[in-house]
């Protein structure tokens, strides 16, 4: 498995995995392609590759109005590669990359419902603290959940 920045060539795979990915609505699937190709603006985005094949990607940013504070926004891992350790390589060359660019706190946000609780349990195994829960953020019924981590 290789992680790297992502070139522009990438833009198509990156899609390609968003689009496999069931749990993801066609919003979020257009919010990845709007940050893909407003990259200038300060998303970062990395890419895991196996066997030359992108099968995975993470996109973090600097936070606005802040100092050393970054977003994680994604992390996302085509269905094909999953229990490979893609998610979780991605996340730790997030991590450097974000402590590298003198990054100290990383902060992520999910949802609360059921069909993310993988995701959730994901983040807490990999050390991060869940810092606050906001009832009915997305929607009736679906939380906004962050979590931190610092460096």
């Known amino acids: 498995m290789i992680v790297e920045p992502a070139k522009p060539e990438d833009r198509q795979a990156i899609l390609a995995v ?6 993801f609505t066609a919003e979020e699937k257009d919010t990845v392609r709007e940050l893909f190709d407003e990259q200038e603006k300060g ?7 196996h066997d030359g094949q992108v ?18 926004f994604w992390i996302a891992v085509d269905p094909s590669a999953r229990r ?17 660019r003198g990054g100290r706190l990383l902060v992520l946000e999910t949802s609360g ?3 993310y609780a993988h995701t959730r349990k ?11 829960v906001i009832r009915d ?15």
Request: with cysteine; proline share 0%; aromatic share 16%.
């Open 18 to 23: 968003t689009a496999n990915i069931d749990i």
């Open 84 to 100: 490979l350790g893609t998610g979780r390589t991605l996340l730790q060359a997030s991590e450097s990359a974000v402590r590298a």
């Open 43 to 49: 998303y970062n985005f990395l890419v895991a590759r």
């Open 122 to 132: 994901f983040y807490e195994l990999a050390g991060y603290e869940k810092e606050a």
């Open 113 to 115: 419902l059921e069909m």
């Open 55 to 72: 099968v995975g990607f993470s996109c973090f940013g600097e936070r606005a109005l802040t100092e050393g504070t970054y977003d994680l």
């Open 137 to 151: 953020f997305y929607k009736v019924g679906d939380d906004l959940v962050i979590y931190t981590m610092h460096f």
